[in-house]
């Protein structure tokens, strides 16, 4: 165990940091869905959110034909609790309305479902069910920007929500150093610019330029027809923090494949590759994903976490699993060949 030379005898963070340079060309065949979401703090990380997102999908064809429907876009303010005080939805103001004064904890995402008109494989309910995990990112702000500082403010760390997670297990270096006090991340990877990962700017939704002191989750979702009849899947998720000087760190970042069958798109396999992470106890959900396989990928939403609960999973890692409840409909869009609605 590698120990903290600024804090005598407590465990270095142990962190990993390895952000990908180079993701793969969008599979022609295939489909895919892009989301870009932008965290910034009302005045301070304590204050409340402001959050911006968007998502959109894309079907190229195997003549080389590309179709994309229109980006969705939300907008969504929430107080130092987590409620909602704002939220826009240019497409569906109504249902916008409808979700001011909710709480982004538990219970949220089972509410979703009660909203008039809300297809829940549909981009706009992907961002809304993102929602409760971006309040949750931002604590990793809050830890990031203290910990510039040479002395953080007494009372601005938040809580150690002890078993969530793997990161976050009762014995492991997180909980450690948050109980001794002490700075609980170690310096962060600076990340490559999601240009030059992804290739080109055509190859993931035009994004808004990060101000300082805001936190950016980008995710990838694609499927394409596999060679033996089945579908090969590829997912990707980064979340990355700006700091005061301008410049973007890595946080969380993941790259997921896995096979699924041509019918149900029931899983037989899936490899989760965790390349940055801020605690040496992350990576050690990565080798539970293989509790997925058999489970059809529709089932994702609640599947997931049923089979990888707590310790057993990571929050971040979790979030881009349960995505795969969309592929149903990005292999029908393939079937097709465009992104008409069901």
Same mark, same amino acid.
């Given at each position: 165990?590698? =120990?903290?030379?600024?804090?005598?005898?407590? &465990?270095?963070?142990?962190?990993?940091?390895?952000?990908?340079?180079?993701?793969?060309?969008?599979?022609?065949?295939?489909?895919?869905?892009?989301?870009?979401?932008?965290?910034?703090?009302?005045?301070?990380?304590?204050?409340?959110?402001?959050?911006? *997102?968007?998502?959109?999908?894309?079907?190229?064809?195997?003549?080389?034909?590309?179709?994309?429907? !229109?980006?969705?876009?939300?907008?969504?303010?929430?107080?130092?609790?987590?409620?909602?005080?704002?939220?826009?939805?240019? @497409?569906?103001?109504?249902?916008?309305?409808?979700?001011?004064? +909710?709480? =982004?904890?538990?219970?949220?995402? *089972?509410? #979703?479902? @009660?909203?008039?008109?809300?297809?829940?494989?549909?981009?706009?309910?992907?961002?809304?069910?993102?929602?409760?995990?971006?309040? #949750?990112?931002?604590?990793?702000?809050?830890?990031?920007?203290? !910990?510039?500082?040479?002395?953080?403010?007494?009372?601005?760390?938040?809580?150690?929500?002890?078993?969530?997670?793997?990161?976050?297990?009762?014995?492991?270096?997180?909980?450690?150093? %948050?109980?001794?006090?002490?700075?609980?991340?170690?310096?962060?990877?600076?990340?490559?610019?999601?240009?030059? /990962?992804?290739?080109?700017?055509?190859?993931?939704?035009?994004? !808004? &330029?990060?101000?300082?002191?805001?936190?950016?989750?980008? +995710?990838?979702?694609?499927?394409?027809?596999?060679?033996?009849?089945?579908?090969?899947?590829?997912?990707?998720?980064?979340?990355?923090?700006?700091?005061?000087?301008?410049?973007?760190? $890595?946080?969380?970042?993941?790259?997921?494949?896995?096979?699924?069958?041509?019918?149900?798109?029931?899983?037989?396999? /899936?490899? *989760?590759?965790? +390349?940055?992470?801020?605690?040496?106890?992350?990576?050690?959900?990565?080798?539970?994903?293989?509790?997925?396989?058999?489970?059809?990928?529709?089932?994702? $939403?609640?599947?997931?976490?049923?089979?990888?609960?707590? @310790? @057993?999973?990571?929050?971040?890692?979790?979030?881009?699993?349960?995505?795969?409840?969309?592929?149903?409909?990005? %292999? %029908?869009?393939?079937?097709?060949?465009?992104?008409?609605?069901?």
């Amino acid at each position: 165990m590698s =120990v903290d030379q600024g804090s005598p005898g407590i &465990a270095a963070p142990g962190g990993m940091a390895t952000p990908v340079q180079q993701l793969p060309a969008p599979a022609t065949p295939g489909a895919r869905r892009e989301v870009s979401i932008v965290i910034a703090p009302q005045d301070a990380w304590t204050s409340g959110t402001e959050v911006r *997102a968007r998502a959109r999908d894309v079907v190229r064809g195997g003549n080389a034909s590309t179709s994309t429907r !229109e980006p969705v876009e939300i907008a969504v303010r929430t107080d130092a609790s987590g409620v909602l005080e704002d939220v826009r939805i240019p @497409a569906a103001p109504q249902r916008g309305e409808a979700l001011r004064g +909710r709480a =982004v904890r538990g219970g949220f995402r *089972a509410g #979703l479902s @009660a909203l008039d008109g809300l297809d829940p494989t549909s981009p706009e309910a992907g961002l809304l069910d993102d929602l409760p995990t971006v309040r #949750l990112i931002s604590g990793y702000a809050l830890m990031m920007e203290a !910990e510039e500082s040479p002395a953080p403010p007494t009372g601005q760390r938040r809580a150690p929500l002890v078993g969530i997670c793997s990161g976050w297990r009762a014995d492991g270096v997180a909980v450690q150093r %948050a109980m001794a006090e002490v700075p609980l991340l170690g310096a962060a990877a600076t990340t490559p610019p999601l240009e030059s /990962v992804t290739g080109s700017p055509e190859a993931f939704l035009e994004e !808004e &330029a990060l101000a300082p002191r805001t936190m950016r989750r980008r +995710r990838v979702l694609e499927i394409a027809p596999a060679a033996d009849g089945g579908w090969d899947v590829f997912a990707y998720l980064r979340d990355s923090h700006v700091d005061r000087a301008g410049i973007e760190h $890595g946080l969380h970042e993941y790259v997921v494949t896995a096979t699924a069958g041509r019918g149900d798109l029931r899983l037989r396999s /899936v490899v *989760a590759e965790p +390349r940055t992470l801020p605690f040496r106890d992350c990576p050690l959900a990565s080798p539970n994903v293989d509790r997925l396989i058999g489970m059809p990928a529709g089932e994702a $939403g609640s599947g997931v976490v049923d089979r990888l609960p707590g @310790a @057993a999973g990571c929050t971040h890692l979790n979030d881009l699993l349960r995505t795969f409840r969309f592929l149903p409909r990005l %292999a %029908a869009m393939v079937d097709r060949g465009d992104t008409d609605e069901h």
